[in-house]
């Protein structure tokens, strides 16, 4: 069973701060990983994506990747109260070789206090 | 450039009827995913259509199924509705496979 494992949150940041999101995977053999933001009621929209070690920005947005510890994170620096919204990771387990769909974690809560 | 598509945006049906969902790719996708989202849960994976051909399906019974056209589109069927099937359905679009994916608005199913 491919896991992927977010804490639930809430988690609560004052505004202009950074809000750290992070994401555990259990299946080593995962080539892709993605960062989808969701409003209330709303569909998930994809904010950000990583496939290789390191770092990856956009705008105030970072994605950190660590395959050896199976650890993703995003970071968003500067928070406003727009940004609260649960954000959810997927996690590609094989990559194009394998028939295993996208997996989901189910998310964590982000407020950000004005 | 248009986003994926799902039709309709609402739906109401009353326990023991039929549900069908639709579901339009961004252009040039092949592949399809279908999620289920109840009320303050988490996304579960439903069905996965890749080239007209399923690759994958959640742990959800029999009676939801599924198809993929030749254009791509595909659509979602949930036979003999029940309560809990309540939920709002979610299909997303990729291209080349294990790239990233894209949402449609979803279809809000409330099952009366």
């Known amino acids: 069973q491919k896991e992927v494992e977010q804490n639930s949150g809430p988690l609560s940041v004052p505004e202009g701060a950074i809000a750290s999101l992070n994401c555990t995977y259990s299946?080593?053999?995962?080539?892709?990983f993605f960062w989808y933001r969701q409003y209330s009621g709303k569909s998930p929209e994809l904010i950000m994506f990583i496939y290789s070690n390191g770092d990856k920005e956009d705008g105030r947005f970072t994605a950190q990747l660590n395959k050896a510890s199976q650890y993703v994170s995003l970071l968003i620096r500067d928070s406003q109260p727009s940004d609260s919204a649960t954000y959810l990771c997927?996690?590609?387990?094989?990559?194009?070789?394998?028939?295993?769909?996208?997996?989901f974690g189910k998310g964590t809560r982000l407020s950000v206090i004005a | 450039e248009a986003g994926v598509t799902q039709s309709p945006t609402h739906l109401i049906k009353t326990r023991g009827q039929q549900a069908t969902l639709r579901c339009s790719p961004i252009s040039g996708h092949t592949s399809v995913y279908w999620y289920q989202q109840a009320l303050g849960l988490g996304l579960q994976f439903l069905l996965w259509y890749d080239e007209g051909e399923e690759r994958n399906r959640g742990n959800f019974p029999p009676r939801f199924s599924g198809r993929q056209f030749p254009n791509y589109s595909s659509e979602l069927n949930v036979n003999a509705l029940e309560l809990e099937d309540s939920a709002l359905y979610l299909c997303?679009?990729?291209?080349?496979?294990?790239?990233?994916?894209?949402f449609g608005q979803g279809t809000r199913l409330t099952v009366v």
């Open positions: 997927a996690v590609n387990p094989r990559g194009i070789s394998g028939n295993t769909p996208l997996v």
């Open positions: 997303a679009s990729t291209g080349r496979v294990g790239t990233e994916a894209f």
């Open positions: 299946d080593r053999g995962s080539q892709s």
